[in-house]
């Protein structure tokens, strides 16, 4: 059984950092894609960036040049770097692992089979 533990989450303030980390178990982060989904109260849950088992990366418009998704292979972590953070980056965050390769489809939710249970980003202004 996957078991995706999300943690990091905090309260900043606009333009601070966090580094949101997953650890999976039942599951190897080397072989497929990984994501990282958020969802704010009221609204519809989004995928956020995406890395592949080859390394390669996607994010959505609105973070780009602003969060770095990577992976430890070797500790089976997952993590997303969030810099320069806003109000409206406010949200429940989660990481989910799918069992194939993403690609451009990485930020439909039907391609992640497992999700963690979130960690909580709240950006004050």
């Known amino acids: 059984q996957v078991q995706l533990v999300e943690s990091g989450g905090d309260s900043v303030q606009t333009g601070g950092s966090l580094r949101l980390s997953c650890a999976a178990v039942?599951?190897?982060?080397?072989?497929?894609?990984m994501g990282w989904f958020r969802q704010a109260p009221g609204k519809e849950r989004e995928g956020v960036a995406s890395i592949d088992s080859d390394g390669s990366t996607r994010y959505a418009d609105s973070v780009k040049g602003r969060f770095t998704i990577s992976k430890d292979n070797a500790k089976n972590t997952l993590f997303l770097q969030m810099n320069s953070l806003k109000p409206e980056n406010t949200a429940m965050y989660y990481c989910?692992?799918?069992?194939?390769?993403?690609?451009?489809?990485?930020?439909?939710?039907?391609?992640?089979?497992?999700w963690g249970q979130g960690t909580q980003v709240t950006v004050s202004s």
């Open positions: 989910a692992a799918a069992v194939r390769w993403c690609g451009g489809s990485w930020y439909m939710k039907y391609v992640y089979r497992s």
């Open positions: 039942g599951y190897t982060i080397s072989l497929y894609c």
